[in-house]
């Protein structure tokens, strides 16, 4: 892999530290900054980490993952041998992260990306109750809720799918949108909406009913309205090897009990 820089990140998990010692001698690895390309080593958890890390520093570049955590539905199979032709016959996969422009009830103003989802939950007992619109246009007036998220294709298998979600195909240009427990209107099971809409959640009864928001695993408490889209102007890139059916496992996993 000389011909070109690539940086070896991995997990702190035993077999991930154990696969870094294997890997730390076939080329001159690089600092993160540095790198054209990173190799990651550990589950999807670290792959969200190494993305975000890259969002953070502004410097995107190809993330070849190989799975040495628990599920590792967006990492390849972790072998020894023939990482850089691997490397080079790998398929490309791009991803748009979402945007959460979130204001809380003292006026405070953050915008955070997420590559998984964006996630809506009550802070206390109460529960929430939320209106959505859609493009500015009023789809739901009250949702009473634990919360509700927006999950991209990337993260459909993650929480929402512990949510009951549907799984998006990554190919899809969907996002979907998923409530936690859902009170009222009881049989509500959420929507798929295009991937250039504008979901708006602005929150009832903010004071009584505080709700938090969560940007992947940056959280924002007592917000009273928010905004997510997907960020068009920044794609980040996945790097799969050529036998790695992803859509086939993201139609099989629809299928498991």
Not at 8 to 19: F, G, K, N, Q, W
Not at 116 to 124: A, D, F, I, P, Q
Not at 193 to 213: C, D, T, Y
Request: proline share 5%; net charge negative; glycine share 6%.
């Amino acid at each position: 892999m000389s011909e070109i820089k690539a940086a070896l990140l991995s997990s702190d998990t035993a077999a991930a530290v154990e696969a870094r010692k294997a890997l730390e001698g076939i080329t001159d690895w690089v600092p993160l900054e540095e790198a054209e390309l990173v190799v990651a080593l550990g589950g999807d958890g670290l792959l969200l980490q190494t993305l975000h890390a890259m969002l953070d520093r502004r410097q995107i570049v190809p993330v070849y993952g190989m799975n040495l955590g628990t599920v590792g539905f967006l990492m390849n199979e972790f072998r020894t041998e023939g990482l850089a032709s691997r490397v080079r016959e790998a398929k490309k996969f791009r991803l748009h992260p979402l945007r959460m422009d979130a204001r809380t009830i003292s006026g405070d103003h953050v915008v955070w990306p997420a590559i998984n989802e964006v996630s809506l939950l009550r802070e206390t007992r109460q529960t929430a109750k939320i209106e959505i619109r859609i493009d500015g246009k009023t789809r739901m007036s009250e949702l009473t809720c634990d919360g509700v998220l927006v999950a991209t294709p990337a993260g459909s298998t993650a929480y929402n799918l512990s949510a009951n979600g549907p799984i998006l195909p990554l190919s899809s240009d969907l996002l979907a949108l998923t409530p936690i427990s859902p009170f009222r209107p009881r049989r509500w099971r959420g929507a798929l909406l295009p991937s250039n809409s504008e979901i708006e959640f602005h929150m009832l009864e903010a004071g009584k009913r505080p709700v938090s928001a969560v940007a992947d695993q940056k959280e924002v408490r007592d917000v009273a309205n928010v905004k997510v889209s997907t960020d068009e102007k920044v794609a980040l890139t996945l790097l799969f090897d050529p036998e790695y059916a992803l859509d086939d496992r993201i139609v099989m996993e629809q299928f498991q009990a």
